[in-house]
């Protein structure tokens, strides 16, 4: 079972579009972790969030968690052909031990 | 500051082959991960280590699959034999501190005839 859920699979939206990205998880996340990947490569960092509430901006992406820790959500405001790609959240969980996990990934298609 | 090294970057072997992939981590991060990625789905992690020693190997297929990082900095990770469903990106990564975000390489892609 996919431990943390992404929605949506895929996205196509026209060149200066708003989008939304979410993640969820049905357990309490110590740590989530948002990367962007091109086909083939390996996995940019994007962003990390801690703390339930928790919201960050780095150019026009902007990340948050929310207060249970168990959600969080990727808006790219205007978006732009740069931003294609597979956008991945990752998280750190523990039944026990720590543990990375990472969710399917949304695929992000922007047309000009 | 140097990233994630990963070699080679593509593989193309015949099944029941042996295959390995060399990392070599940011200089001073002392965890360093490996990952499988299947097409279409998220990186599954494999082994995690921290300077030479194993932290989480609860998902490395043990019967056929082996990694090492002997001198705590760069690392290998073997398969012997490969399966077709070996099939995928090998991913390695490093952190400073195993709590804090992961910088990864470039990917090993690794194609099982």
């Known amino acids: 079972s996919q431990e943390l859920e992404q929605s949506p699979q895929s996205l196509i939206v026209q060149e200066g579009k708003n989008l939304t990205i979410n993640c969820t998880s049905s357990k309490t996340l110590y740590g989530l972790y948002w990367y962007k990947q091109k086909y083939g490569e390996g996995l940019i960092f994007l962003m990390m969030?801690?703390?339930?509430?928790e919201e960050k901006s780095h150019e026009k992406i902007t990340a948050k968690l929310d207060e249970k820790k168990q959600q969080s959500s990727l808006h790219i405001t205007a978006s732009q052909p740069s931003h294609a790609g597979i956008y991945l959240c990752?998280?750190?969980?523990?039944?026990?031990?720590?543990?990375?996990?990472f969710g399917t990934g949304t695929r992000l298609k922007v047309l000009a | 500051e140097a990233g994630v090294a990963q070699s080679p970057r593509y593989k193309i072997i015949e099944k029941r082959q042996s295959v390995a992939f060399w990392c070599n981590p940011i200089s001073g991060h002392a965890t360093l991960y490996w990952y499988q990625q299947i097409l279409g789905q998220g990186p599954k992690l494999l082994i995690q280590f921290q300077n030479n020693g194993v932290v989480d190997d609860s998902q490395l297929p043990k019967d056929r699959f082996s990694a090492e990082r002997l001198k705590g900095v760069d690392s290998t990770l073997k398969i012997q034999p490969a399966k077709l469903e070996d099939s995928a990106v090998y991913l390695c990564?490093?952190?400073?501190?195993?709590?804090?975000?992961?910088?990864f390489g470039p990917g090993t892609r690794l194609t099982v005839l």
């Open positions: 990564a490093s952190s400073s501190l195993s709590l804090n975000e992961q910088f």
């Open positions: 969030l801690q703390k339930g509430g």
């Open positions: 990752g998280a750190l969980t523990t039944s026990g031990t720590y543990k990375y996990i």
